[in-house]
């Protein structure tokens, strides 16, 4: 008797922090999509991101062991951080098929990150190499016609999930801790407990 080859998420961004809108979105596609584990990837040098600051590596990867490590569904790889120059999600999904062989690759992205997809380093092979799961975005509604017209080899490769629709953004976050405002509740308390005893996001 043999078994089916596991199924992996690999959940990609800078986690700059880590928020509970992550962790919801990654406990539901989790389910939804029959994930035996899902893989947070940080984004060294994200080049969507290339005009923005981005804390640096250790507070990232620190704050999303603070909360990912009790939890076995979860993992962290480093891949990204390791390896010199841009992150390109296409780079990153072949090595992680190499590295992961025979496990079938899922990749996990928000509504607002389809509808960019075109736009993105070789989006052909990212389909190639993984089945997009989807989730929802509040206010967000991708043209999937538009994405198949600009990137044909994604149609029937995209899972859409519906999840909670929970508001929280990463960027809001930084902001309300620039302004003083509070974040409890928006980020698991050991990560708020990290930005404030780090003093990120305040300059």
Known sequence: ????????????????????????????????????????????????????????????????????????????????????????????LAALSTMLAPASLVFLMGEDSLRDLPTWHQPDRIVSLAVLGVATRPGVVADLDAVFQAVPPARDRIRLVQIPLIGIEATDIRRRVAAGEPIRYQVPPPVEDYIRRHNLYRS
């Open 1 to 92: 008797m043999t078994t089916a080859p596991n199924r992996i998420g690999i959940f990609g961004g800078t986690f700059d922090p880590i928020h509970l809108g992550h962790l919801i979105a990654a406990t539901e596609m989790r389910h939804a999509l029959r994930l035996d584990r899902v893989l947070f990837v940080p984004a060294a040098r994200p080049p969507h991101k290339s005009t923005r600051h981005v804390s640096d590596d250790t507070h990232r990867l620190a704050m999303l062991r603070l909360v990912l490590t009790d939890n076995p569904a979860f993992g962290i790889s480093t891949i990204e951080l390791d390896r010199p120059g841009p992150s390109y999600t296409s780079d990153t």
